[in-house]
């Protein structure tokens, strides 16, 4: 089993920053993607990002953060991580974290509003 969650949500207004943080715990041993999807209100849930946790390689990003949102980890502290710049309206939503490997596994979530 394991265990992701996530922190770092928030209010921000746009053209800001936040950095999103997603703490992993249980038995990594089989994870070998992580990585960052939101549902905005109404909407589906999307990619945001994903790396390879064995490589640290950045396996993709969406098409809406790319060059704006950039995905990392700390492998020894088991946490994944998003920065966000130049924020948009567009981009309120509840971010997940998740895990992939003989199974997948998702955090609770965390809200995100960019707002003035």
């Known amino acids: 089993q394991v265990q992701l969650v996530e922190s770092g949500g928030g209010l921000v207004q746009p053209g800001g920053s936040l950095k999103l943080s997603c703490a992993a715990s249980g038995n990594m041993n089989d994870i070998n993607v992580m990585g960052w999807y939101r549902r905005a209100p109404g909407k589906q849930r999307e990619l945001v990002a994903r790396m390879n946790m064995e490589s640290g390689g950045i396996l993709n990003y969406g098409d809406s953060v790319k060059g704006r949102f950039t995905i990392s980890s700390d492998n020894a502290k088991n946490t994944l991580y998003l920065q966000m710049n130049s924020l948009k309206p567009e981009d309120t939503a509840v971010y997940y974290c998740?895990?992939?490997?003989?199974?997948?596994?998702w955090g609770q979530g965390t809200q995100v509003t960019v707002s003035s």
């Open positions: 998740a895990a992939f490997g003989w199974r997948n596994y």
